[in-house]
C-alpha cells in the first residue's frame, strides 16, 4: 500500500496501522485492567482515541471531496477552454 505524504491536517497509510495498533493495545489493556482506576483509565483512553478515529476520518472526507472539487473545477474549465477554441 502506497504512503501519501503527512501534512498537519492528514494521516497517511502507515501512521493510520499505528493508530489501529494502538487503539487495539489500549482496548486489550483495558479487558486486562485488574483494578478499576485502571479500567477507568484505558476506557477513557479508548474513548478519545475513538473520537480522534472519527475527527480522522470526517477530514479525511472533507479534504478528498476537496480535491475533487478541484478537479472537477480543472475539467470544466479545461472544457470550457477547448470549446471557445472550437467556436
Known amino acids: 500500500m502506497a504512503t501519501e505524504t503527512p501534512t498537519g ?3 497517511n497509510a502507515e ?3 499505528q493508530f489501529l495498533a494502538e487503539k487495539e493495545r ?8 485488574e483494578s478499576e482506576f ?5 476506557s477513557q483512553m479508548l474513548s478519545a482515541l475513538n473520537k480522534r478515529q472519527i475527527a480522522a476520518t470526517k477530514l479525511n472526507i472533507v479534504l478528498g471531496n476537496k480535491a475533487i472539487r478541484e478537479t472537477k473545477k480543472q475539467k470544466r474549465e ?6 471557445k477554441g472550437d467556436e
Open 9 to 11: 491536517n492528514n494521516i
Open 15 to 17: 501512521e493510520y496501522e
Open 26 to 33: 489500549v482496548t486489550q489493556a483495558m479487558n486486562d485492567a
Open 38 to 42: 485502571m479500567f477507568v483509565t484505558y
Open 78 to 83: 479545461a472544457f470550457k477552454a477547448a470549446k
